[in-house]
């Protein structure tokens, strides 16, 4: 199935600690000591990508998702 969801990006792009940590939760890398000239480029893409409401800042991403049903007891094929 596909998920429509939104990332409010707005702490990431003032760049205020908890925008940092998600964005290193995001990539999965820690930004705390990433370079200027790499998180300016970082900031940058994410401004390109970003809608700027009354509300703050956000991403809009489609994500894929897969839905697993866990067997219950006693039904056919249960082990």
Same mark, same amino acid.
């Given at each position: ?8 990006? +707005?702490?990431?792009?003032? @760049?205020?600690? +908890? ?13 705390? @000591? ?16 970003? +809608? ?28």
């Amino acid at each position: 199935e596909m998920l429509e969801s939104r990332l409010d990006c +707005t702490e990431c792009l003032a @760049r205020s600690p +908890t925008g940092v940590a998600i964005l290193s939760h995001c990539l999965d890398a820690d930004l705390r @000591r990433l370079c200027e000239p790499k998180m300016l480029r970082l900031l940058q893409s994410l401004w390109r990508l970003a +809608t700027i409401g009354e509300h703050g800042a956000h991403v809009e991403e489609t994500t894929a998702i897969f839905l697993l049903s866990k067997p219950r007891a006693g039904s056919a094929g249960a082990v």
